[in-house]
């Protein structure tokens, strides 16, 4: 599949899903006591598909491409919406942010791999080197310029759920970007969405009943999570999902995957808002890495 060059548009459109996804960790670390983490999962994607039935659920009817192309989209449901978050929001309860956080930098490195081994991708020096560069300015960020704590980061079974999660969401990218979608699937952007959400909800709702069955988790319900459940609904799930898709048909899933890495980076910034914690100089130094890392890697696709 040919790519495009990366224009502001795009670039728009990559950047926005990592702020969204970057509100969502730290909307899911402040609930993350008052509701089960698979079950999080499953009532945000309640609330995208409550909101999707009003605009793509023509999808769902007899003689949609839907159901043709059902092994597909099931796998597409069950890796970007079943799998992803729901090891995030349950690696958030034994795993700390900085770990999680350092792990799911990993994803262009994946990308890279999974696409070379998987799906025919190449694989060259920019894209190494610009790899490189993003993973230090996450560091640098993560670490806050202390080399020791680095050195002193153990892993946990959350950090493992963290692995699987990214090579999940890189396998979803890459299935995402080499297939186009069926003419009557492709007509709005919610019913791209909507094709996903559906069998999503189904294995978000399996693996939630598992939970409750597995586990005495109980939820305690405050205005607080009812709109907590109601943002990771819409804005980190429904918006991000339609601008990273659109973005990764676009330019690829390799290119696309580097702007995950800005993730750590608007985590740090709304952390000034929220903690009242001071800017340092590093966050300048890591945000010039990582969009250094971007332009590199990315020059292919203006070359091609």
């Not at 502001?8 to 993350?32: C, D, Y």
């Not at 069955?213 to 305690?220: A, E, G, L, S």
């Not at 800017?279 to 130094?285: G, I, T």
Request: with cysteine.
């Amino acid at each position: 599949m040919s790519t495009q060059k990366l224009t502001p548009g795009t670039t728009a459109l990559l950047v926005l899903p990592t702020i969204l996804w970057a509100s969502n960790a730290i909307v899911g670390r402040l609930i993350h006591d008052q509701v089960p983490p698979i079950t999080l999962n499953f009532l945000r994607w309640l609330v995208a598909f409550v909101i999707l039935l009003f605009f793509g659920r023509q999808v769902l009817r007899r003689g949609s491409s839907l159901w043709t192309h059902w092994r597909r989209y099931s796998i597409l449901g069950l890796l970007g919406i079943g799998i992803y978050n729901a090891l995030q929001y349950l690696a958030l309860q034994s795993s700390s942010p900085i770990n999680v956080t350092l792990v799911n930098a990993s994803l262009p490195f994946w990308m890279l791999v999974i696409g070379r081994l998987f799906f025919g991708a190449s694989v060259n020096w920019r894209q190494l080197i610009g790899g490189l560069m993003s993973l230090l300015g996450v560091i640098l960020v993560l670490t806050r310029a202390d080399w020791e704590e680095l050195l002193a980061l153990s892993f946990v079974p959350g950090d493992v759920y963290m692995i699987v999660a990214t090579i999940a969401w890189a396998i979803y990218s890459w299935m995402l970007s080499t297939r186009k979608h069926p003419a009557d699937i492709a007509q709005s952007w919610a019913t791209v969405i909507m094709a996903q959400v559906f069998f999503g909800l189904l294995w978000s709702g399996a693996f939630a009943a598992l939970e409750w069955q597995w586990t005495d988790w109980h939820i305690d319900w405050t205005w607080m999570l009812l709109l907590a459940v109601l943002y990771v609904g819409t804005g980190p799930a429904l918006v991000a999902l339609r601008c990273w898709g659109v973005a990764v048909q676009r330019v690829g899933a390799a290119t696309a995957g580097f702007f995950v890495n800005l993730m750590p980076v608007f985590a740090a910034l709304m952390s000034v808002f929220i903690l009242g914690d001071t800017p340092k100089l590093y966050h300048a130094a890591a945000f010039l890495l990582i969009v250094g890392g971007i332009y590199v890697s990315s020059r292919k696709v203006g070359n091609a």
